[in-house]
């Protein structure tokens, strides 16, 4: 029996998903993948025999249905699922507006939902599967100026993927969430990086903050997403996958300095904590 494997990808015209795509193609398995369009996509991404290319608009559930069940009728399986889509967002809390917040929580965080529920019914019915969920470093440690909505989506992907873990383990299905530092994709540049229509001045700290990350960092990030993604795939195949991948050197020093200091404040008012049980 052929033991490639079907993965479904969403936000595969560039970045890590492109490349998720590309690697994936050339190791024989199958793949299929959604970006909000689909001439950008097959102009990215090419064809093969063994490439299913949607259109896809994951705030839309029907859409994402149709989707996921056009993957199972090419393929005839679902194994992998990796929610990838999702852009960053710049700004204060005070800078940004209701509907820009919601915007962003609409891809992020509601998009990926849609497509986990379209998904499980095949991968719990099947009795197997992976769900990588993308989230940053930035849904773990929110110490990042400007980021303030967008670290919350990304929290958002995390706490929901810990129950989701906990939901489908009877299942035999695996749930990984992936936690990237900074690496050297277009994260950072316009179409992927949303600022605020109306700023505030007075927020220093954030101005100096979009400054460098859209001038100093951009284009000399650590990270190498392509081995960033042959690691990811990698895990799709160990028999413990993690629930929690850091990648990168920065990300995991941030994510060692969070939990120290989480340690040291619980260590500093642990009497008041615990004063206020019966």
Known sequence: MSTNKTWFITGASKGFGLLFVQQLLAK????AATSRSIADLETAAGTHPNFLPLEVDLTNEQNVAT???ATVDKFGKLDVVVNNAGYGLLGT???LSDAESRGNFEVNVFGLLNVIR???THLRTQGSGHIFN???IGGFTGNFPGFGIYCATKFAVAGLSESLAAEVKEFGINVTIVLPGYFRTSFLEAGSLAVPKNTIEAYKSTR???EAHQKQINGNQ???PEKGVAEI???ADAPNPPLYLFLGSDAVSLAHTKIAAVDTEIAEWRSVSVSTDF
């Open 28 to 31: 024989g398995d199958n793949v």
């Open 67 to 69: 989707a996921i069940n």
């Open 93 to 95: 809390l005070e800078e």
């Open 118 to 120: 379209q998904a499980m």
């Open 134 to 136: 993308i989230s940053s």
């Open 208 to 210: 100096e903050s979009q």
């Open 222 to 224: 650590a990270g190498d």
């Open 233 to 235: 795939i990698k895990v």
